[in-house]
């Protein structure tokens, strides 16, 4: 377990980019597995792997397009690089370390991650964020919303990133109840002609964690089709963890009303009735 401190930097590329480098993150990576596979269920072992936490996050959180590219020249290619993979090695560590691990949860979630936006900007990300796209999109942006269309849906980051968000909000009730209030005080999405008018204004992540949500609720109209029932199905689960164990935040999810698709408001509970 002592070794896990001399693995970080090698878990802690310059460029992502970079084919070496990214071979040297696979082969480390591959020796914290090895460990957590056989002394992950030790409280040791998640304090040490705590230190890996940041690495890792900045793992899930790079979004390279480069490597679903056509390259000219196949010397230059990185399919030596797996980045799917890695990046569900690092959810998988990411979810050892922060299970059942009240310490490592509030670390985490105290970090921020660099991940691009639907436009391709980078931006100062908070995990739970990162986790909720990832989780409802199988990439760190919305596939079918992004300028770039390489981008692609992962079934298994969406279930590992779905596995990460349980953990980080079981029993953690200060948590639920600021995401849920959040949730419940977002707005819909705009049309394409309002998103056009309106500057883009800098929201709380809390905020944009209500209108991920929110856009995904709103999907559901008769006259459009149901829309991705996969996305909305772990919308759902996202949802559960939410209100799990924790009665103060079912109340005020079945009280508080919340603003759907531009209709009047409605309680979170009759929104999804409706759309079931």
């Not at 993150?25 to 040490?48: F, T």
């Not at 209500?210 to 149901?226: D, T």
């Amino acid at each position: 377990i002592g070794c896990v401190q001399h693995l970080r930097p090698l878990l802690q590329p310059t460029d992502f980019g970079d084919t070496q480098q990214m071979t040297i993150v696979a082969k480390a990576l591959e020796i914290v597995m090895a460990i957590a596979r056989n002394c992950g269920h030790l409280s040791n072992a998640q304090k040490s792997f705590a230190s890996l936490m940041h690495a890792l996050l900045a793992m899930v959180a790079f979004d390279d397009y480069r490597h679903h590219q056509p390259q000219p020249q196949p010397q230059q290619t990185t399919h030596d690089v797996d980045y799917d993979l890695l990046k569900q090695k690092c959810l998988l560590l990411l979810r050892i370390v922060v299970h059942l691990n009240g310490d490592n949860v509030s670390s985490l979630l105290s970090m921020t991650a660099a991940a691009a936006d639907n436009n391709q900007h980078m931006t100062a990300t908070h995990p739970l964020l990162l986790l909720t796209k990832l989780c409802l999109y199988g990439s760190p942006v919305d596939v079918h919303n992004s300028h770039n269309s390489n981008a692609l849906f992962d079934p298994i980051l969406s279930l590992l990133s779905e596995s990460v968000l349980r953990s980080l909000l079981f029993h953690n009730r200060s948590v639920q109840n600021r995401l849920t209030d959040a949730l419940l005080r977002a707005q819909p999405p705009p049309s394409p002609s309002q998103a056009q008018q309106q500057p883009q204004q800098q929201q709380s992540w809390p905020i944009e964690f209500g209108n991920v949500l929110l856009q995904v609720l709103s999907v559901p109209q008769l006259s459009k089709g149901f829309g991705d029932p996969l996305k909305y199905w772990m919308m759902t689960r996202v949802l559960s963890f939410l209100v799990a164990d924790n009665n103060d935040v079912k109340m005020l999810a079945l009280s508080k009303p919340v603003f759907h698709g531009g209709s009047h408001p409605q309680s979170l509970l009759s929104v999804i009735l409706n759309a079931l």
